[in-house]
């Protein structure tokens, strides 16, 4: 099972979400960001893809990541069952080197 982490920072203006697998299944990526998408509309806030070394509209991402966002569920899960089938496991990322401070 892979998960989706949500977490506030030392700076009160900066929300942190990540994952705990690259790359991700295309199934999670869907997940991961529509879950961004929303928490960024929720929060009138913009997003960063490069750990804060650039930010971007929502309406930017939604833009970019536009054909995962709105692709078909059971068609992403198919295709992620195939993928799984042949892709090693690869070690978990170093969450801990980013550059913000997770509280």
């Known amino acids: 099972m892979q998960h989706i982490f949500i977490h506030e920072t030392h700076n009160k203006n900066v929300v942190v979400v990540y994952s705990e697998f690259t790359p991700e299944l295309p199934f999670n990526q869907k997940a991961f960001y529509n879950l961004v998408a929303?928490?960024?509309?929720?929060?009138?806030?913009?997003?960063?893809?490069?750990?804060?070394?650039?930010?971007?509209?929502l309406t930017n991402f939604q833009r970019k990541h536009h054909e995962i966002m709105s692709a078909n569920f059971n068609e992403l899960l198919t295709e992620s069952i195939e993928i799984g089938k042949i892709t090693d496991p690869v070690d978990e990322p170093d969450f801990d080197k980013l550059s913000y401070d997770i509280l």
């Open 38 to 57: 929303h928490l960024a509309e929720e929060l009138d806030g913009v997003i960063s893809e490069d750990d804060q070394t650039s930010w971007i509209s």
